[in-house]
């Protein structure tokens, strides 16, 4: 019998740490530790503060994979609070992994690590980044970060550009639904990120579900870890229309919506 890998998923007391925390202990194949800032013993979420670098040695040790979801909002104290936690944090995370022997990371990183490409241009991962805003920014040092430890201590770095999770399994605006991903297809992603060919040292890949009008090409995902969503954003568009149900209206000429707010530079003249 094959041992069971071991997960720790920080940020598990979220709305998609606790989705993810759900849906893989469902499946009956992980030993899972659940990590969050806030602890919840009901839940069997332990205490951690991604910023303790000798609370995430203890929590790695013995651990297989590592699912790192935790993370401080943008719009807080951007150098008091959100840098400190969000890439001091994910270095305690990737060093903390190098000296315990984890094999994998598998980073939540977001659309907006490429929010400033335009609505109708077609976005591989691959291309160059251009964040919409300091959250997309640190998104991209993360994602750097995995690819360092990746080409030199050898640990697999996985990175999931998740689009919109609201968490109740449907769409809120015209723009979440190119980009919305659904909680089974989230926690079927998350388990095709754990089960991943070791020889994938490094990827970093969209999230969605399989929306119809989707702004990223995810096909290609299928063949390469398994990945096949079972839910559409469009077709509960389509039904939120008809009964009449208010859609917010907020696709703009970026893919990063609201977050683009571009600013005129100051002129010398």
Known sequence: MNKMKKLLITGAGGKLGSSLREGLKELGEYDIVAAD???DPHADVVALDVTDA????ELTEGV?????????????DFLGKVLPINVTGAYHVYEAARENGVKRVIFASSNHATGFYRVGETVDPEEPYRPDSFYGLSKCYIELLGRFYADKYGISSINIRIGNFPGDDRPHSERSAHIWISSRDMVQLAACCIEADPS????????????????????????????KPQ????????????????????????QGGGFVEKEQPSRFD
């Open 37 to 39: 800032l806030k602890p």
């Open 54 to 57: 000798k609370r995430l040695l």
């Open 64 to 76: 297989d994979i590592v699912l790192h979801f935790a993370w401080a909002k943008d719009e807080e």
């Open 200 to 227: 994938i040292d490094f990827l970093s890949l969209y999230g969605t579900s399989d929306n119809s009008d989707n702004y990223y090409d995810i096909k290609y995902l299928e063949p390469l870890i398994g990945y």
């Open 231 to 254: 839910d559409d954003a469009s077709k509960l568009m389509e039904q939120a229309y008809q009964r009449d149900e208010p859609i917010k209206q907020d696709e703009t000429e970026y």
